[in-house]
T-cell receptor, first 118, second 109 residues
Framework: SAVISQKPSRDICQRGTSLTIQCQVDSQVTMMFWYRQQPGQSLTLIAT?????????ESGFVIDKFPISRPNLTFSTLTVSNMSPEDSSIYLC???????????????FGPGTRLTVT | QKEVEQDPGPLSVPEGAIVSLNCTYS??????FMWYRQYSRKGPELLMY????GNKEDGRFTAQVDKSSKYISLFIRDSQPSDSAPYLCAMSDGGKLIFGQGTELSVKP
């Protein structure tokens, strides 16, 4: 399975500022995903990031608020812009491992970035 | 109605017990089913992955999928205190993953 790291692991930010979260994978992957996990809640998909194309955002999430970059097959960033206390959450990146046959859809997650907005 | 329903618990069992965790779903197009465990301050850890119906066993863990009933289960045999964590089911039709709310499991020594 892929090994995924995220930076920073946690941060405390002031309202109105922006934070960029980095996700690094130890192997080349086609599909990378960004999720949000609010306190005591399950995971909600923010967007899918494919290398060489624009990210695809889920309903309720917009590019101006959560711009995403995917410069290569092992790296992606998510920016949380103009933050408010409602953005306090854990942000997770994940990758999809298609396996040798190309049919597997197993997803593996990074350790997460714990964001607190004051 | 949510696409995936999972009892949030908490579920408390004595050490050594067999644990049964369950999810129901409404979308008959789901074919890929996963169970994750998420320790505090960690990302979800993939425990079991199953394609379509049937059983899959890995050590103390068994995953079952009943597509006719739209029901999936995770069984943990000989449960240990170290198994205590939230467990999340997730499923997809080949597209994005849909997660259950998660069940908080506590195994008491």
């Amino acid at each position: 399975s892929a090994v995924i790291s995220q930076k920073p692991s946690r941060d405390i930010c002031q309202r109105g500022t922006s934070l960029t979260i980095q996700c690094q994978v130890d192997s080349q992957v086609t599909m990378m995903f960004w999720y949000r996990q609010q306190p005591g809640q399950s995971l909600t998909l923010i967007a899918t990031a494919n290398q060489g194309s624009e990210a695809t955002y889920e309903s309720g999430f917009v590019i101006d608020k959560f711009p995403i970059s995917r410069p290569n097959l092992t790296f992606s960033t998510l920016t949380v812009s103009n933050m408010s206390p409602e953005d306090s959450s854990i942000y997770l990146c994940s990758v999809e491992d298609r396996g040798q046959a190309g049919a597997s859809t197993e997803q593996y997650f990074g350790p997460g970035t714990r964001l607190t907005v004051t | 109605q949510k696409e995936v329903e999972q009892d949030p618990g908490p579920l408390s069992v004595p050490e050594g017990a067999i644990v049964s965790l369950n999810c129901t779903y409404s979308n008959s197009a789901f074919q890929y089913f996963m169970w994750y465990r998420q320790y505090s301050r960690k990302g979800p850890e993939l425990l079991m992955y199953t394609y379509s119906s049937g059983n899959k066993e890995d050590g103390r863990f068994t995953a079952q999928v009943d597509k006719s009933s739209k029901y999936i289960s995770l069984f943990i045999r000989d449960s240990q205190p170290s198994d205590s964590a939230p467990y999340l089911c997730a499923m997809s039709d080949g597209g994005k993953l849909i997660f259950g709310q998660g069940t908080e499991l506590s195994v008491k020594p």
